[in-house]
């Protein structure tokens, strides 16, 4: 028994794919509308109307099929075993159809008037050696029964086509992921269509969606959810998500390495020889300044300050010495000791008698004297002052330098007729220890008197400029 059904008949897709369908196949527009496969737009009665196939497609039947109109579709059928009828098959009062004689050739079939009455609907019955109507088959118990013509392989679907059992029938369609466009099976491209949020990749009768870097597929399979990658900590110090992706940033005193994600300490001493008095040391994500023995670093964490070792008792001088404190050390003065024939007068001072002879030609007094002095101090530098305490009428006076300054980095400068200043002429640089011997030479033409005194000037040059 062959037979098949050509059409636009199909079982419905996805919910989504049947709107996408329906809107392709029905499209309504100012100037008409479309119809599906197998329908014609009639602008009198504004509706879809049957296309008769058997009338407008030449040969719709091959060999001895005949063509059958059908709502939508047609059916071919044998010419020998089927015949056309409004009769129902359950009605048997109705005249049986009358075949021709096939003994000479083939004609066509002769049909009886059906009787007045209600038309009954139009639809193939069987002969009178078949008791079954078409697309049912007569079972063992004497009832009609199904034929399953996709599993029989009489069906008559293109071959991109699926074949669907129906009862009496068979329906062909087109699987998910394709609809059916001139009669042919054609892949629909859901890519086209946005079914993706984020990347698309259409496949034959599907698709396939994926996300762009940063963003992680919901369980719909369609869209796309920020991934929030500081959740797996890929910084090294403090984290940032974005939308789709994520931002590294670094503790002060750090730098943002190369990949954006380590941190690298930066190195605060190479930017400045500034930034410390005496010595930068770099620590992780900062520095430190560290001052040479004899200082102390200051509040201000940078300057470097002198640590009085005398005061802090922080010294080795013994009970019989003093300490005398200088920039960046300190030394231990030994009681004084006056050589003949001078002798000890007052606080650091020795006398040489005018009265003794061996005093002759010799400084009157030796007195002396302390003083620091920083290493490179910028010149010219007064750096300390001298004065008669004694004023004699008619007197004047000479100051000048004794001795000590052989490399001439000092020179006197008289102030006024009682009193003059040392100065620095040249940098000098410590650490050094230079005692000066500083004369103050007393003149009196009236009572035809020359004289003189020394000051016995220490200067310890420290180390460093602080």
Request: aromatic fraction near 10%.
């Amino acid at each position: 028994m062959l037979f098949a059904i050509r059409g636009s008949s199909s079982p419905p897709y996805e919910r989504m794919l049947t709107v996408l369908v329906f809107a392709l196949c029905c499209i309504h527009s100012g100037k008409g509308q479309t119809c599906t496969e197998g329908f014609s737009y009639d602008r009198r009665s504004r509706q879809c109307i049957d296309v008769d196939e058997c009338r407008t497609v030449p040969d719709a039947c091959r060999l001895d099929m005949r063509c059958v109109n059908q709502n939508g579709g047609y059916l071919c059928l044998p010419r020998s075993l089927y015949t056309q009828s409004y009769a129902r098959p359950e009605a048997p009062a109705y005249p049986e159809p009358v075949y021709p004689d096939t003994s000479v050739g083939l004609s066509e079939p002769q049909f009886a008037q059906p009787p007045p009455g209600p038309v009954a609907p139009s639809y193939p019955i069987v002969s009178r050696t078949a008791p079954c109507v078409l697309g049912y088959t007569l079972g063992e118990d004497g009832t009609c029964v199904d034929i399953d013509e996709c599993e029989a392989n009489t069906h008559q679907c293109n071959p991109t086509q699926v074949c669907f059992n129906t009862d009496g029938g068979y329906t062909c369609s087109c699987t998910e992921g394709y609809w059916l466009v001139s009669g042919q099976c054609q892949d629909i491209d859901e890519c086209r269509y946005g079914y993706c949020q984020q990347l698309c990749a259409n496949v034959p009768g599907s698709y396939s969606c994926t996300c762009n870097p940063g963003f992680l597929l919901n369980p719909d399979s369609r869209t796309c959810s920020d991934v929030d990658e500081c959740d797996e900590e890929p910084c090294s110090h403090a984290c940032f998500n974005t939308y789709g992706s994520y931002m590294c940033n670094c503790d002060e005193g750090f730098e943002l390495g190369s990949d954006g994600t380590a941190c690298n300490d930066l190195d605060e001493c190479s930017f400045s020889d500034f930034l410390c008095q005496h010595t930068c040391v770099n620590t992780p994500g900062s520095f430190s300044c560290v001052c040479p023995p004899g200082y102390y670093v200051f509040e201000d964490g940078r300057s470097c300050e002198d640590l009085n070792e005398c005061d802090t008792g922080n010294n080795t001088c013994t009970t019989a010495q003093v300490c005398f404190n200088f920039q960046g050390g300190f030394t231990c003065l030994d009681p004084l000791q006056c050589d003949t024939p001078y002798i000890e007068f007052g606080d650091n001072q020795c006398m040489c008698s005018a009265e003794n002879p061996e005093c002759r030609n010799k400084p009157f007094t030796i007195l002396y004297r302390h003083m620091d002095l920083s290493s490179g101090r910028s010149v010219p530098a007064d750096i300390f002052q001298m004065q008669a305490t004694t004023r004699y009428p008619g007197a004047f006076y000479i100051f000048q330098i004794k001795s000590g300054n052989e490399g001439r980095e000092f020179y006197m400068r008289q102030t006024s007729n009682v009193s003059a200043t040392l100065v620095l002429s040249r940098p000098i640089r410590g650490p050094r220890e230079v005692v000066l011997d500083l004369e103050m030479v007393t003149v009196n033409n009236v009572i035809n008197f020359r004289g003189s005194s020394i000051i016995r000037l220490t200067i310890y040059v420290s180390a460093h400029a602080f």
